[in-house]
């Protein structure tokens, strides 16, 4: 699970480099919503590993 979080968090920065640096408008909008999906989705899958849920 921890593996999957990490995954999660690397996608997150990359759609966080990408959509904040002003690459392009509709396709840093895009990562702006991919970044916060990601995001949360690493967080989720932390602590859910931190606490040995699955």
Do not use: P, Y
């Not at 999957?4 to 690397?10: G, R």
């Not at 840093?28 to 999906?37: E, H, T």
């Not at 990601?38 to 931190?50: D, P, R, T, V, W």
């Amino acid at each position: 699970m921890l593996t999957w979080a990490i995954i999660a968090l690397v996608i997150a920065l990359i759609a966080g480099a990408l959509g904040f640096t002003g690459v392009a408008a509709a396709a840093g909008s895009v990562a702006k919503i991919l970044f916060g999906l990601f995001l949360a989705i690493a967080i989720i899958l932390f602590l859910l590993s931190l606490f040995a849920v699955a």
